[in-house]
């Protein structure tokens, strides 16, 4: 097989940064008012539009400056505060001296409302601007420092984000507003996959009478309880969204309790004492290791029904992780131009097509390796059309072989689609 990389286009992407979107954001909203929503949302989707690859700035600090949003829920209770106020010394400066007990009783509770919107009004403000401009004290990053093993010795937060932005970036699989990645989950919080003991999902409408009217509420929630019963929870606009992350991680993590929050379930492992955890964590670690032993089983099932094809054209059915990683070292080593190749036996589904060969191109020096993957035609006998290609270091390509020999399909964000034409391959024009 001979690859032909098509010209990709360098242009620079232009997109408005932090804080310039905030203050277009801000400027918008005093000029057009309600108007400016529909402007809002078409400069946001530019954005991301021009951003493929995830955020510049970070998956993670972006989540943290998000939440300026509760500088506007902050405003809004204000307003409500100050209507209540008024109302209140309305009512009592028309009251005069035939104040009844029920007068007072009224006065008392509003009091207290409006003590109590301000604190929160406060809080919202306050934690809003904090994680803003001081991410490191947010509560994004205390939850990824809680997952750690000594959070006390954590490093400094551009190192904690940048574990976690990575992660989502190169395997992220997204749910709404929730990524799963190979070891990391964001969400409202962060959660570290080897962690999670437990999976639960809460999907609830609440109904209540306001002014004589029936109005209704819809609570979707994930939560996860980890080794330590420290509990995260993400909360979900789409039921879709929160079905298919559930199903999700009762794949990655076969070994969790899954069920409903605040099921018997829930309750027997977010308050277990610490005999009862003691068992439920064995039994996990058990389950674990009982599954790890069967997904070997079937890893050197899946090695052994395929097919290396070496640089030199000879072939072998007798492949190893260990041994595909020194091929691939020796090819660097001896500058060889030629590609190796795995072909499975059956063809292998993912990310929602069917794959019928992995090629390896080593190259040499401080060039990185170039990886293809070919779509399945859907026979045998005739070659796909399609196929998608990326460069990686060496440790990448180590690693994605590692995996393609246990069946495992790469997450294809960010390659490079190719297409079948009479002279080789080339990369495909976007439709």
């Not at 400016?36 to 993670?60: F, T």
């Not at 947010?138 to 551009?158: D, G, M």
């Not at 079937?298 to 007798?318: C, I, K």
């Not at 090819?331 to 993912?350: A, K, Y």
Request: charged share 25%.
């Amino acid at each position: 097989m001979e690859e032909k990389k098509g010209s990709k286009s360098q242009k620079s992407h232009f997109y408005l940064k932090w804080p310039w979107n905030v203050l277009v954001y801000i400027l918008l909203v005093i000029v057009l008012r309600i108007f400016a929503i529909p402007v809002i949302l078409l400069i946001m989707r530019w954005n991301k539009k021009q951003q493929p690859d995830g955020p510049v700035e970070g998956y993670c600090l972006q989540r943290t400056r998000g939440r300026l949003i509760q500088l506007l829920w902050a405003a809004i209770i204000l307003l409500a505060v100050a209507a209540l106020s008024v109302y209140l010394v309305t009512s009592w400066m028309e009251g005069g001296p035939e104040r009844g007990y029920t007068d007072y009783i009224i006065m008392i509770v509003g009091g207290m409302a409006v003590v109590g919107g301000l604190l929160i009004a406060v809080y919202e403000a306050y934690t809003g601007v904090r994680d803003v401009f001081c991410p490191e004290k947010s509560r994004l990053a205390q939850s990824i420092r809680n997952q750690l093993t000594y959070p006390e010795e954590a490093p400094p937060v551009k190192e904690l984000f940048a574990m976690v932005d990575e992660d989502i970036r190169r395997n992220g699989q997204w749910f709404g507003n929730l990524a799963v990645g190979e070891k990391w989950i964001l969400g409202d919080e962060v959660s570290y996959i080897p962690r999670i003991r437990g999976v639960f999902f809460k999907d609830e409408i609440r109904t209540h009478h306001s002014n004589g009217r029936l109005r209704s509420s819809r609570i979707m929630q994930l939560w996860i309880v980890d080794d330590r019963q420290n509990r995260q929870l993400t909360d979900f606009k789409s039921p879709k969204a929160l079905k298919a992350a559930f199903e999700f991680l009762q794949k990655r993590v076969p070994a969790a309790v899954f069920g409903l929050y605040d099921s018997q379930e829930y309750k027997a492992l977010a308050y277990a004492n610490e005999d009862e955890w003691y068992e439920k964590d064995r039994a996990y670690r058990q389950k674990t290791a009982q599954l790890q032993e069967e997904m070997q089983k079937e890893q050197e099932r899946q090695s052994q029904n395929q097919v290396l094809t070496m640089p030199d054209g000879s072939v072998t059915s007798r492949i190893t992780g260990d041994s595909l990683s020194q091929l691939l070292l020796q090819c660097r080593r001896q500058g060889e131009s030629r590609s190796f190749q795995l072909v499975p036996g059956i063809p292998f589904q993912g990310e929602g097509r069917v794959f019928s060969r992995l090629v390896c191109f080593s190259g040499e020096g401080s060039e990185p390796v170039r990886i293809f993957v070919e779509e399945y035609s859907g026979s045998p006998s005739e070659p796909g059309i399609y196929g998608w290609s990326n460069t990686m270091t060496v440790y990448e390509a180590e690693t994605l072989l590692r995996a393609w020999l246990r069946g495992q399909v790469p997450s294809l964000n960010g390659w490079d689609k190719m297409e079948r034409t009479s002279r080789g391959w080339a990369q495909a024009l976007s439709r």
